[in-house]
Every structure is written in structure tokens, then in C-alpha cells.
Nanobody, 116 residues
Framework: QVQLVESGGGLVQPGGSLRLSCAAS????????MGWYRQAPGNQRELVAR???????TYADSVRGRFTISRDSAKNTVYLQMNSLKPEDTAVYYC??????????WGQGTQVTVSS
């Protein structure tokens, strides 16, 4: 019933930009926390950015100042604007929602590759 559909990944050169989108359906997540995680080969999945219902944001130190998370609660959608991309940003990026009732939901993942 709940579905998170991600889009926007792809191949980009260092210094380039991408914008990821994650559209949720099936439930209203306006009061939940929405975020992005990433996982590179051989690595653990790590938090990239999170935005709470009131608009407060958190970022991993490695992306702060380059990435911006935002949300459109009316559309149940969260975005990740990724600027000044580096090769070390290469990973599969996963959308995540922690609902106000305590359930966690994950998107299918979208590949981001930063390479010359």
C-alpha cells in the first residue's frame, strides 16, 4: 500500500549537479521525518540528510554546504539537490520516511555515479 518512488539519479561529472526526488503514496507523511541515505559498495548505509515536519534539517558532514534537502508535504515528496558532486558521492541513494506513528519506509534506491 505504501510506496516510495525515487527518481533523478544518473551519471554526472565531478562538480556537476543532480536533483533526486522521492514521491510517497498510500499514507500521509506530513508529520513524519523524511530523509536520504546512501550506500556505496562495501560500505554501510549512511544518513545523508534528513528533514523534519517543522522544516529542521540535518546533514552528514561530508555533504553539508553542497546538498540541500527539501520537502513538499502536500505532495508527500522529498527532494535532494546535490551540487558540487564529488567521486566519493557515488552510491545508491535511498529515500526514507519515519512516520509519525513510528514506522519506517524505504525507497527502491537510485544510482548516483560521479566520474570523469
Amino acid at each position: 500500500q505504501v510506496q516510495l518512488v525515487e527518481s533523478g539519479g544518473g551519471l554526472v561529472q565531478p562538480g556537476g549537479s543532480l536533483r533526486l526526488s522521492c514521491a510517497a503514496s498510500g499514507r500521509n507523511f506530513s508529520r513524519g521525518a523524511m530523509g536520504w541515505y546512501r550506500q556505496a559498495p562495501g560500505n554501510q548505509r549512511e544518513l545523508v540528510a534528513r528533514i523534519f515536519s517543522g522544516g529542521t534539517t540535518t546533514y552528514a558532514d561530508s555533504v553539508r554546504g553542497r546538498f540541500t534537502i527539501s520537502r513538499d508535504s502536500a505532495k508527500n515528496t522529498v527532494y535532494l539537490q546535490m551540487n558540487s558532486l564529488k567521486p566519493e558521492d557515488t552510491a545508491v541513494y535511498y529515500c526514507n520516511i519515519l512516520s509519525s506513528w513510528g514506522s519506517a519506509y524505504w525507497g527502491q534506491g537510485t544510482q548516483v555515479t560521479v566520474s570523469s
